[in-house]
């Protein structure tokens, strides 16, 4: 059983950035992803990241602002978010799943592992 390990929320103003970690137990390269629930939405993805790092997704609302990337030998993966707007606000929580091969994801039902979540709050 994989733990994650997520770090970097916070409370911002508008036009911000953050830098979400996250951290996965133990060796298996793991796909692994980011996904956000506002109050009273659905979990939505933000961005997943195949295994090798070399397959990147990136959720429409999210696109061209945010950045994901991934440190192999620290079984950690990276969320830049820049230009935040309030509409970002939400819990953000990692997640991941040994596909067995370099697939890549979106939905959110695929991931087995979840972290515990992190607040980011963005004002306006």
């Known amino acids: 059983q994989v733990q994650l390990v997520e770090s970097g929320g916070g409370l911002v103003q508008a036009g911000d950035s953050l830098r979400l970690s996250c951290a996965a137990s133990g060796r298996t390269r793991y796909a692994m992803g980011w996904f956000r629930q506002a109050p009273g939405e659905e979990r939505d993805l933000a961005a997943v990241i195949s295994a090798s790092g070399e397959r990147i997704y990136y959720g429409d609302s999210v696109e061209g602002r945010f950045t994901l990337s991934r440190d192999n030998a620290k079984n950690t993966v990276y969320l830049q978010m820049d230009r935040l707007k309030p509409e970002d606000t939400a819990v953000y929580y990692c997640?991941?799943?040994?596909?067995?091969?370099?697939?890549?994801?979106?939905?959110?039902?695929?991931?087995?592992?979840w972290g515990q979540g992190t607040q980011v709050t963005v004002s306006s």
């Open positions: 997640a991941a799943k040994d596909w067995g091969s370099d697939s890549i994801g979106t939905w959110k039902e695929w991931y087995p592992f």
